[in-house]
């Protein structure tokens, strides 16, 4: 089994994976693809957090994305593919992150340690699942018997 996730979905993977379930013994987890994970929380999670309406809305997850807070979750124990959006500019979609992103999370936000491999696409956050290069690399990586080629 493999799981591909987008954005906070990654997240949950991760914490999934770290769990010692019976379903977790029962079955092999081959691949973990996480695309606009945010990975090192997101920091404009933390810039929305004293507004009422953005903490009612997002509820705990909303908190649970700021910077510091996502480090609870276990690094990935399986090969992984990090997928990002952005722009390859300095300020991404979004200028007030001031470095590249896809208008909600940065590239380097979407970063996991001994993640297997990266890509930056050139989409947005709520579309870049559906951009052909990622699509075409998560064929590629969940066919590849060799993550680390």
Known sequence: VSFVAHSLGGLVCRELLSRNSDWRRKIKI??????????QGARIARFFDPL???????GPSGQDVQPGRVSRFALPSVPTLVIA???????GFNPFLQEDN????????????????????????????DHPE????????????????
């Open 85 to 91: 959006g952005g722009r390859a500019t300095k300020s």
């Open 102 to 129: 896809d208008g909600i999370v940065t590239v380097e936000e979407t970063k996991v340690e001994g993640m297997t491999r990266f890509l930056r696409v050139p989409a947005i956050h709520t579309v870049v699942m």
């Open 134 to 149: 990622t699509l075409k690399a998560i064929g590629e990586f969940l066919q590849d018997q060799d993550p680390a080629s």
């Open 30 to 39: 081959s691949r973990l693809v996480m695309i606009g994970t945010p990975n």
């Open 52 to 58: 009422w309406l953005y903490r009612t809305i997002s």
